[in-house]
């Protein structure tokens, strides 16, 4: 049974940095692509940031590049988001999940977390 469980979300001030984690089990994050996707009150599910499988080739939403950075720990079996400079509009639930391809496309991926908030102050 594959599990992905978030953990890392909170309340952070405008400017801040939080670390998101990814823990696995039931499959290895380096044979999947890893994404991220956030969903703010009252919108839609998006697209964040994006790992391919067996690689280190990473993929941004245009308004998180330069700011967030998608990595995965393979010992660990766990992925990461480590968010800086966070903005309010960062604020929403943040969500990890696991596709064979990388793609900005939430219906490629196969399993998802539960998910965990975040909420960025101003």
């Known amino acids: 049974q594959v599990q992905l469980v978030e953990s890392g979300g909170g309340l952070v001030q405008t400017g801040g940095s939080l670390r998101l984690s990814c823990a696995a089990s039931?499959?290895?994050?380096?044979?999947?692509?890893m994404g991220w996707f956030r969903q703010a009150p009252g919108k839609e599910r998006e697209f964040v940031a994006a790992?391919?499988?067996?690689?280190?080739?990473?993929y941004y939403a245009d308004s998180v590049k330069g700011r967030f950075t998608i990595y995965r720990d393979n010992a660990k079996n766990t992925a990461y988001l480590k968010m800086n400079g966070l903005k309010p509009e960062d604020t929403a639930v943040y969500y990890c999940?696991?596709?064979?391809?990388?793609?900005?496309?939430?219906?490629?991926?196969?399993?998802w977390g539960q998910g965990t908030q975040v909420t960025v102050s101003s």
């Open positions: 999940a696991a596709a064979f391809s990388a793609t900005m496309t939430e219906g490629t991926y196969d399993y």
């Open positions: 790992i391919r499988r067996n690689s280190y080739t990473t």
């Open positions: 039931g499959l290895t994050v380096s044979n999947y692509a």
